[in-house]
């Protein structure tokens, strides 16, 4: 199994920034790919940015240009650095893991609240 722990999350002004981390722990070695999903109220759970262990990264359009996905050396943590936020920014931001030869994260932290006002 593995355990995923969002950090970072808060109230910031619009073109604010924040970052976010998830620290990944248990069976890591196993894990192929993390990824951030955000969810809004009244609104289903959307992809936000993905990363491998290998480097390659993939964003939403929506935030391309804005936000910045990498993962630190040891490979048990990923971040999320957030810059020019919108009010649409506003969320639940969740962590997610992905093993190798898994099409589908299957392993998800709590969430962290980001909220940005205008």
């Known amino acids: 199994q593995v355990q995923l722990v969002e950090s970072g999350g808060g109230l910031v002004q619009a073109g604010g920034s924040l970052r976010l981390s998830c620290a990944a722990s248990?069976?890591?070695?196993?894990?192929?790919?993390m990824a951030w999903f955000r969810q809004a109220p009244g609104k289903e759970r959307e992809f936000v940015a993905a990363?491998?262990?290998?480097?390659?990264?993939d964003y939403a359009d929506l935030v391309k240009g804005r936000f910045t996905i990498s993962r630190d050396n040891a490979k048990t943590t990923v971040y999320l650095q957030m810059n020019s936020l919108k009010p649409e920014d506003t969320a639940v931001y969740y962590c997610?893991?992905?093993?190798?030869?898994?099409?589908?994260?299957?392993?998800w932290g709590q969430g962290t609240q980001v909220t940005v006002s205008s």
């Open positions: 248990g069976r890591t070695l196993f894990i192929y790919a």
């Open positions: 990363i491998t262990w290998s480097g390659w990264s």
């Open positions: 997610a893991a992905r093993r190798q030869g898994v099409q589908k994260y299957d392993f």
